[in-house]
C-alpha cells in the first residue's frame, strides 16, 4: 500500500480539504477520500465536474456573500442564519472563502445514510442488517388504495421489469367517474396524459408505503402485491371502497383510507361505516387511519350533572381556498334533556329549537342554520350548527368569539359529545370539557375496519433543504397529532399503532409536496412527512402479508391477531388496550408468526 | 341584526347532491331505486341496503319516506 500524507487545510473540514486536494493533485475522488485513511468515500459531495455543496461559518454573512462577486449559473447561495449560509459552489469559489479572513469554517455537506429502515426495524420488518424477517411478500394478494392521485410513473410502482404493479384504477375526479385497465395506464403514461395523476403527492407516498417496489433502497411493506387504486373526490368513498373490492374478486384484498372526517356520531352508525362492516369479510379487510385531530380542539364531551351549565367559546378558522364554515354537530342520549344558545360576537343569543325543527338566521356576511332531531341509526339526539360565510375574506370581529352554551335539565346518563366536521371548520378554545380522547375520526369507528394510530420511528431525515430533524418528537413515543378513542359508545379504536412519522417512501414528481424543500428529496423521488396516513398503510401492508399467509382471515381475526403479538414499552405503559396506541405497536414477525 | 326564519331556507340551487340512501324496514332494494328513478336520479347499488344516489335535494328529502338518507360528506387526508 503506497502511502499519501498532506495537511488539513485550516477552517476546512477533512472532507473539503480532501476534495480540494483532488482538485490540485488530479486524484480520483475514491483516492482521496481513502487517503485520509478514515473518512467515507462521499460521492455527491462534487457535485458536477468542479461543484462543491458547503456550509460556511461567518460572522459578518452579508459581507462576505457581498464579496463574493459575480458567481456562475451553476453555483447557488442561500443564507441559514445570521451566522451561517448554505452554497453550492466551484472549488475556486471555496478556496476564496478559505481564504477570507471573515469566514470561521467551511465544510462539505455530508451525505446522510437515509433512514428508511427505521420504520422497517420499528415493526420488525427486517433485522439491522435490512434482511426481511418474514417470508410473504403479499403476492397474489390487492392492496386497494383510495386516495389524492397516484404517480404511476414512480418505479415503487413497477415491478422489475419496469411493468406497472396496477390492475385497474378509478378516477372519481369528473362528472362520472371513469375506469382505466393496466393496459390503458401504461399507455396514458407513456403518452402524457397520466391518468390517476397525483397533485398532491399524498397518495403516492401512501401508496409505496404499503406496497411500494424497492427503490433507492426503500422497499413497501408488501412489495409483490398488486395495486387496485382510486383517485378519490373524497366524498364518494363508499363507493371506492365497493370497486375495489368487486374487482378483486375472490383474491383477498385489503384497502387502505388514509383520510377521514367527524360529521357524524362516532359510533359505527353511520352509512359509509355499515357499508365497511358489510363489504369486509373473508379475505376483505379496510385499514383506515385514525387521524390528526388530537391537538385539533375540534371535540368537547363529558358528562353534565341536571341544572349544570357549561359554557364554551369557539373560533372560525379561515381557509386557504373559498369562504370559512363551521359545522357543529352535537350528541346525546334521548333519556337526557339539553337546552342550548349559540351566542354570536356581539352577543346575540340564538336558541336550539326542540327535536324536530330547524331556524335559519341571516345577515349581511353569514347564513346560520340551527337544528335538532332524532338521528334514529343511534337512537341519539343530534343537533347540528352551521355557519356559512359569504366573504372571502370576513372580519375576525364576526370569525372569532362564538359563545355556545350548554345546559343540562335533567340527566340519566348525561353524556355530551360535540365535533367541528374536521380540522379548519371550527376550533374551541381551552375549556374543561375540550377533550383529546374521542377525536378518532370517522370511518375509522366503523366496527369491522383496523383503525390505525401513530407514533414516532425517527426524527431525522434528508431532503432537498439538507439534513432535517424534528426536535419535538421523542422515537417511540405517540405522535403528538395522533387521534385517541375511544369512540363515542365506548368501543376500543384505535386498534393498533404504527410507525407515522416521519416516513420517506416515494415522491411523486410534480406534486405540491415537491415543492416543499424540507420534505422532499427530489433526485431521489422520495418524500418525507407525517400523518396517521402514513401509519395506515405499514398496517395495510402488514395485512397483506398476513392474507398471503391465510387468504380467508376475517376483519376480527386480522384485529385479535395484530392485537395478541402487538409490541408494548416504556412509551406505552400498561399491558392492553390504551386510547392513544389501541393494543400497541404493530409487530409484523409476531402477527405472520401467529397464523 | 339576525333575521329568524321558522321555516328552512327554501332550496333555491337545483344542483345534484350525493347521499347514500338505505331502504327502510318494509321496502326493498328495487323499491327504491324505481322510485329515484322515477325523479331523474343517479342511482349505484353498492352492496343490499346501500345505494349511491345522486339527486337533487327535493327528491332526496321525498325518498325519506321510505328510506334513510345520508349526504356524503368529504373527508380529509390524514
Known amino acids: ?595 | 341584526m339576525w333575521m329568524k326564519k321558522t321555516e328552512p331556507a327554501a332550496t333555491t340551487r337545483d344542483d345534484l347532491v350525493a347521499a347514500i340512501v338505505m331502504p327502510l324496514m318494509g321496502h326493498t332494494d328495487e323499491q327504491v331505486i324505481e322510485f329515484l328513478s322515477d325523479q331523474n336520479a343517479e342511482v349505484d347499488r353498492l352492496s343490499q341496503g346501500f345505494l349511491s344516489v345522486k339527486a337533487t335535494r327535493q327528491t332526496l328529502k321525498n325518498v325519506e319516506a321510505i328510506a334513510r338518507v345520508e349526504l356524503k360528506i368529504a373527508k380529509q387526508m390524514h
Open chain 1, 1 to 595: 500500500m503506497e502511502k499519501t500524507s498532506f495537511k488539513v487545510i485550516e477552517k476546512a473540514s477533512m472532507s473539503l480539504s480532501t476534495v480540494l486536494r483532488r482538485q490540485t493533485k488530479k486524484l480520483p475522488p475514491t483516492f482521496a477520500s481513502l487517503s485520509t485513511g478514515f473518512i467515507s468515500f462521499t460521492p455527491d459531495i462534487v457535485k458536477k465536474e468542479d461543484l462543491v455543496s458547503v456550509l460556511v461559518e461567518t460572522t459578518l454573512l452579508d459581507k462576505v456573500l457581498g464579496d463574493l462577486g459575480d458567481l456562475r449559473a451553476e453555483e447557488r447561495v442561500v443564507p441559514l442564519s445570521e451566522t451561517l449560509f448554505s452554497a453550492l459552489v466551484t472549488l475556486s469559489t471555496a478556496s476564496q472563502l478559505l481564504k477570507d479572513v471573515r469566514v470561521q469554517r467551511v465544510q462539505t455537506k455530508k451525505d446522510h445514510q437515509l433512514h428508511l429502515d427505521a420504520t422497517a426495524t420499528d415493526v420488525t420488518l427486517v433485522d439491522a442488517t435490512s434482511t426481511r424477517l418474514v417470508a410473504e411478500t403479499g403476492k397474489d394478494v390487492f392492496i386497494g388504495i383510495v386516495d389524492s392521485g397516484f404517480d404511476l410513473s414512480h418505479p415503487m410502482f413497477r415491478d422489475s421489469t419496469g411493468k406497472l404493479r396496477v390492475e385497474g384504477l378509478l378516477d372519481q375526479n369528473g362528472a362520472a367517474p371513469v375506469e382505466f385497465t393496466r393496459a390503458q395506464l401504461e399507455t396514458g403514461w407513456a403518452n402524457g396524459t397520466n391518468p390517476g395523476k397525483d397533485e398532491d403527492g399524498h397518495g403516492t407516498h401512501v401508496s409505496s408505503i404499503a406496497g411500494g417496489t424497492k427503490f433507492n433502497g426503500f422497499e413497501g411493506i408488501a412489495p409483490d402485491a398488486r395495486f387496485l387504486l382510486v383517485k378519490t373526490n373524497f366524498r364518494d368513498t363508499a363507493d371506492a371502497v365497493k370497486w375495489i373490492f368487486t374487482k378483486a374478486g375472490s383474491k383477498p384484498c385489503v384497502i387502505n383510507m388514509s383520510l377521514g372526517m367527524h360529521f357524524g356520531a362516532h359510533d359505527g352508525s353511520s352509512a359509509e361505516e355499515l357499508l365497511i362492516d358489510q363489504l369486509s369479510g373473508p379475505g376483505k379487510i379496510v385499514v383506515i387511519s385514525a387521524g390528526n385531530e388530537r391537538e385539533k380542539n375540534l371535540h368537547l364531551g363529558g358528562r353534565f350533572l341536571p341544572n349544570e351549565t357549561q359554557s364554551v367559546i369557539f373560533d372560525v378558522p379561515r381557509r386557504p381556498q373559498g369562504e370559512p364554515q363551521a359545522f357543529l354537530t352535537m350528541w346525546y342520549e334521548p333519556v337526557d334533556t339539553f337546552s342550548f344558545a349559540l351566542i354570536t360576537p356581539t352577543g346575540q343569543e340564538l336558541a336550539v329549537p326542540a327535536i324536530g325543527n330547524v331556524d335559519t338566521f341571516s345577515s349581511s356576511s353569514l347564513d346560520i342554520e340551527i337544528g335538532r332531531q332524532i338521528y334514529a341509526p343511534s337512537n341519539l339526539i343530534q343537533v347540528q350548527i352551521s355557519l356559512s360565510y359569504r366573504s372571502l375574506s370576513p372580519a375576525l370581529s364576526i370569525l372569532n368569539g362564538w359563545g355556545l352554551r350548554m345546559k343540562c335539565d335533567t340527566a340519566a346518563i348525561g353524556r355530551l359529545d360535540a365535533w367541528f366536521a374536521n380540522d379548519g371548520f371550527g376550533r374551541f378554545r381551552p375549556h374543561i370539557l375540550v377533550e383529546p380522547m374521542r377525536t378518532i375520526g370517522m370511518s375509522a369507528t366503523a366496527r369491522a375496519c383496523i383503525a390505525v394510530a401513530s407514533h414516532v420511528s425517527k426524527s431525522e431525515w434528508i431532503s432537498d433543504d439538507g439534513a432535517q430533524q424534528d426536535l419535538s418528537v421523542l422515537v417511540g413515543r405517540t405522535s403528538p397529532f395522533s387521534s385517541q378513542g375511544p369512540t363515542r359508545d365506548g368501543r376500543q379504536k384505535p386498534d393498533i399503532s404504527a410507525p407515522g412519522q416521519h416516513l420517506t417512501a416515494a415522491l411523486a414528481s410534480g406534486s405540491k409536496s415537491a415543492t416543499i424543500g424540507e420534505r422532499a428529496l427530489t433526485a431521489k423521488r422520495l418524500l418525507t412527512i407525517e400523518g396517521t396516513s402514513m401509519a395506515a398503510p405499514v398496517v395495510t401492508g402488514i395485512v397483506a402479508l398476513m392474507l398471503q399467509k391465510k387468504k380467508t382471515l376475517k376483519p376480527d381475526q386480522v384485529r385479535e391477531i395484530l392485537a395478541a403479538s402487538a409490541k408494548t414499552d416504556s412509551h406505552i405503559g400498561t399491558v392492553g388496550w390504551n386510547p392513544t396506541y389501541g393494543h400497541g405497536k404493530v409487530d409484523i414477525q409476531k402477527a405472520i408468526a401467529s397464523i
